[in-house]
Structure formats: structure tokens, C-alpha cells
């Protein structure tokens, strides 16, 4: 008989289903991307009413179905509030979460792309960072951490602060990747290179999210 399970993790999706339900996408530290239905969660006095949100980090409690998990509890630890008071910066969020539900997958390790994903969003929220530039870096690393990312290509035509800072990423743990600064034309540098990665090695994918982006905050 399968057994309830506790994981830390972020909320990446939610909708209504049926008359009070939400079906929610989470991906989590211990078992990757997963679906799954919290019953009544639309109804503002039920428990997991909050934690099913957009952005929601938690430590959650599911149960294992056929298809999908049954989320009976959650512990709530980060809500990111400013996010939602920011339309900018959550406009960025958004496209951080659209990202990442389409480059998880169900039982795979994401331990370090829930990493990421946490950090952009907490980098997001901080007075010190620019938020292109976090974008710059979150798009980046997550495709050095898919393995599609070809460091060798960008040696030429791009200035050395631009390569210093592709090492930079490289090497550096997710958690402690946004804890610097660099002017604006290096940021146009970093973008470009993370299109050219996408263009390249990507599947043509277009993320509606970035669209909305453009058209908002051009």
C-alpha cells in the first residue's frame, strides 16, 4: 500500500478542477516534476487554499496515485508576496516557472534546477539586482545544466568580461550564482548568448510567458 510522502518544493502551474479542486504542478527535490490534485483547495477557509499557488515554496505531503499525486498537507515556507505586488518583477517570475515546467521531468533529480529556480525568483525580489540580468543568468545555467551549452563557441567576439562570467556560471553552485554585478552591455552580451544557445540546440519551443515580456516591458 503506498505511503504518503514529504518533499520540499515550488509551485509551477495551478487551475481550477471541478467545482473546488486545483490541480497543481510542483517540482520537487526528491521527485522531480509531478501533477497533482488538492481536493477543496478552492474553497478560502481549506488548508491548502494558500499553499497552491503561483510560486508557493513548501514542503509538501502527497499521496502517490496512478496518475497523479493527492496533496494532503502543506508546510509553507517562502509565499513570495513581493512578487505578486511587483508586476514587473512577476512578469519575470512567471517566465522563470514556464521555463522550468518545460525543461523538468517527472522522477528525474531537479534538485538543482529547484535550486535555481528559488534563487531567481528570491534575486528577483532583491533591490540590488537587475532583473535583466537575472534573467540573463537564470537562462544561462539552466542550459548549461541540461548539457546543451557549448562553452568554447563564445570565445570570439564577445568581451572578456562576458567570458569571465560564462566561467563564472559554469562553475558555480545555484545557490550562489546571483551575488553580482556587471554593466548593461554585458548584460546584452549574456542574452545574446543565451539565445544563440537556444537557437542552436533548443527544439524551436516559444515560451508565451517571454512573449508577454517583450510586448510589456520593451
Do not use: W
Not at 500500500?1 to 502551474?13: F, S
Request: hydrophobic share 40%; with cysteine; proline share 2%.
Amino acid at each position: 500500500m503506498a505511503e504518503t510522502i514529504q518533499t520540499p518544493g515550488m509551485v509551477l502551474k495551478t487551475a481550477a478542477s471541478g467545482d473546488y479542486d486545483r490541480r497543481v504542478v510542483i517540482l520537487t527535490k526528491d521527485y522531480g516534476k509531478i501533477s497533482a490534485f488538492a481536493r477543496g483547495a478552492r474553497r478560502q477557509t481549506n488548508h491548502l487554499a494558500a499553499a497552491t499557488d503561483f510560486f508557493i515554496f513548501a514542503d509538501f505531503k502527497l499521496f502517490p496515485g496512478r496518475s497523479a499525486y493527492t496533496l494532503t498537507d502543506a508546510s509553507v515556507k517562502n509565499y513570495f508576496e513581493e512578487l505578486r505586488n511587483d508586476f514587473d518583477a512577476s512578469l519575470y517570475g512567471m517566465y522563470f516557472l514556464e521555463v522550468t515546467e518545460y525543461n523538468t521531468r517527472e522522477n528525474n533529480d531537479e534538485s538543482d534546477v529547484l535550486k535555481l529556480l528559488y534563487q531567481a525568483c528570491r534575486a528577483l525580489i532583491h533591490p540590488a539586482y537587475d532583473n535583466e540580468l537575472v534573467k540573463a543568468v537564470f537562462d544561462l545555467k539552466m542550459e548549461m545544466m541540461q548539457g546543451s551549452f557549448h562553452r568554447g563557441e563564445y570565445e570570439e567576439g564577445f568581451s572578456s568580461t562576458a567570458r569571465y562570467t560564462l566561467d563564472h556560471l559554469l562553475a558555480t553552485q545555484p545557490e550562489k550564482l546571483f551575488s553580482f554585478a556587471v554593466k548593461d552591455d554585458v548584460i546584452r552580451e549574456l542574452e545574446r548568448i543565451a539565445m544563440i544557445e537556444r537557437r542552436r540546440y533548443g527544439d524551436g519551443h516559444i515560451y508565451k510567458s517571454e512573449e508577454m515580456l517583450r510586448l510589456t516591458l520593451t
